[in-house]
């Protein structure tokens, strides 16, 4: 599917698409996603991983579990590729 978004010349929804699956998002999670809500790595020397923040406080929505703050990492060998696309 990500392949053919590609081929269709929608590279945002192909990497959106593949974000969610690396990070096992459910589709509100994913489409609800903020620029705010990605967080680079504070040091490449420590870590090459952005992460996502899922359902921060500051927007008062918690996740299903009824969580606020969770994070995951980017952290798929097979993204690797979209780092330098995200940064």
Same mark, same amino acid.
Do not use: Y
């Given at each position: 599917?990500?392949?053919? =978004?590609?081929?269709?010349?929608?590279?945002?929804?192909?990497?959106? =698409?593949?974000?969610?699956?690396?990070?096992?998002?459910?589709?509100?999670? =994913?489409?609800?996603?903020?620029?705010?809500?990605?967080?680079?790595?504070?040091?490449?020397?420590?870590?090459?991983?952005?992460?996502?923040?899922?359902?921060?406080?500051?927007?008062?929505?918690?996740?299903?579990?009824?969580?606020?703050?969770?994070?995951?990492?980017?952290?798929?060998?097979?993204?690797?590729?979209?780092?330098?696309?995200?940064?």
């Amino acid at each position: 599917l990500a392949i053919a =978004l590609c081929g269709a010349d929608k590279i945002a929804e192909a990497l959106a =698409l593949l974000v969610g699956f690396a990070c096992d998002l459910r589709p509100s999670e =994913l489409t609800g996603l903020t620029v705010a809500q990605l967080i680079p790595p504070a040091s490449a020397a420590l870590s090459v991983h952005f992460t996502i923040v899922i359902a921060p406080e500051e927007l008062m929505i918690a996740s299903k579990s009824g969580r606020f703050d969770e994070s995951v990492s980017i952290d798929c060998d097979w993204m690797a590729f979209a780092m330098p696309i995200i940064r």
